[in-house]
C-alpha cells in the first residue's frame, strides 16, 4: 500500500496522506510524490480541484524525524522545499479535510489552501522553535497577516498544541465539523461545488487573490529556508533534538 493514495473524483484530485503505523508522518519520497502529483494536475485540464487530507485519527504528525536527520534539507532543491514551491504555485483550488494532529508542516501548509475544514479532534502544532528551528512555508509572514501579531506570537513562540476553535480565531479553518468521519464528505462538497463554477473565473479569481503577496511569500519562504537549513546545524538545535528523542524513548 502506497504512503501515499491519489485519486480523481469528479474533477477532484484527492491526495491522501497514508501512513497511519507513523502517525502519517512524512518522508522524502512522500514530498516527492506529492509535489509531482500536484504539478501533474495543474496542468491537467480535467482536474478542477485539489483536496489533501489523512485518515479521521490524524492528517500529519508532520516530518518523519529518523528520514529527517538521515536526510536532512539542504537547500531549495529539497524535496520538502519543492512541495512548498508547488503548494505557493497552484493555480487550481486546493481543499484541506483534516482530523487529529496536524503538526509542523502538517499545519504550515494550511496557510497556503483556499478552503480548510477540520473535525472537532483537530490538534496543531508548530514546535519549530522547541527543536531550535524557525518557521517554514513563509509561516512567520502569512501567520500574522491571518491571524495577527500576538496570536501568531503564541503559535510560533511557544510552539504548544492548540485546538480546533483556536485555530478557527487564528483563521486556519473555514469549518469545524463535529464527526471527524464526515470531514472529508463536506471538503468534497466544495470541491464539487467548485467543479461546477466556470473554471476560468475561478482560477482568476484565485490568481487575483494571491498575486500581491505572492512575491513576498517565496521571498520569505527563500530566507526561512536558508535559516532552517542553518539552525539545523547548530548546537542549540542538536540539544533541542536530543531532549525531543530522550522525551520520546521515556514515552514508550
Sequence with gaps: MSDVLIEQESGCLILQINRPEKKNALTHSMYTQLTQAILAADEDESIKTLLLTGNTECFTSGNDIKDFMLNPPQGSDSPVFQFLQALV?????????????????GTTLLLHCDFVYVGQNAIFQLPFVNLGLCPEAAASFLLPNLAGHRIAAEILMLGQPFDCHKAKEAGLVNQIIDDPAQTLGIAKQTAHQ???????????????????????????????????VERLKSPEAHTAFSAFFNKTIQKK
Design 194 to 228: 467548485l467543479g461546477e463554477q466556470p473554471t476560468q473565473a475561478v482560477l482568476l479569481t484565485k490568481k487575483l487573490m494571491k498575486q500581491h503577496i505572492k512575491s513576498t511569500v517565496q521571498d520569505v519562504m527563500q530566507q526561512e529556508g536558508a535559516l532552517f
Design 89 to 105: 504555485n497552484l493555480k487550481k483550488p486546493l481543499i484541506a479535510a483534516v482530523n487529529g494532529n496536524a503538526v509542523g508542516i
